[in-house]
């Protein structure tokens, strides 16, 4: 299915052919975090995040930073041709959380909010916060104690596009 580019959070990725959303281990997709635009190109930024929505038997990245078998973010060059992953369950319906749009409100959390930044100062020296996540009762989100995920970047990474350096950190108290 052919889509125009748009920047959300949660739902289905729309990505060039050839690009395919990752996935824990064989066949465990990957939930997407966000999409959005940069430059001429697209941002995918994806999470194992099952645990995190309630289920208690799927494996979750830990309190600190998280290997890159729990997360990726990857980048296209290109907003043309993009077409819609889906991922849904066996009966049909979604396996995904429903797709929100992206605006001021939400931006704003793409640039960090002041809670955790003296501990990303003090433990990510050189790093910004590319996207954060915070729980999300409407989704049942919850990453321990008023948790939040962070993906950061160096700036000169962002600039040159290497999305391969991203860390990805939980903080929770």
């Not at 395919?20 to 999470?47: I, K, S």
């Not at 890159?68 to 849904?88: G, K, N, Q, S, W």
């Amino acid at each position: 299915m052919s889509v125009h580019s748009d920047n959300h959070w949660w739902g289905f990725a729309a990505m060039p052919l050839g690009m395919e959303p990752p996935c824990h281990g064989e066949d465990n997709p990957m939930t997407l975090v966000c999409q959005f635009a940069l430059g001429e190109g697209m941002v995918y930024v994806f999470a194992d995040l099952d645990y995190w929505f309630g289920d208690l038997d799927a494996q979750s990245g830990p309190i600190g930073e998280w290997s890159r078998d729990f997360f990726r973010v990857l980048y296209a060059p290109t907003r043309e041709d993009l077409h819609v992953h889906e991922i849904r369950y066996p009966d049909g319906t979604s396996a995904v959380p429903d797709e929100r749009p992206m605006n001021e409100l939400t931006n704003e959390r793409m640039k960090g909010n002041g809670e955790w930044r003296e501990e990303l100062a003090q433990d990510y020296p050189g790093y910004e916060v590319l996207v954060q996540l915070d729980e999300d009762d409407e989704f049942g989100l919850r990453f321990y104690d008023c948790g939040t995920l962070f993906f950061l970047i160096r700036p000169e990474d962002l600039a040159a596009r290497h999305f391969e350096n991203v860390k990805c950190v939980l903080y929770s108290y």
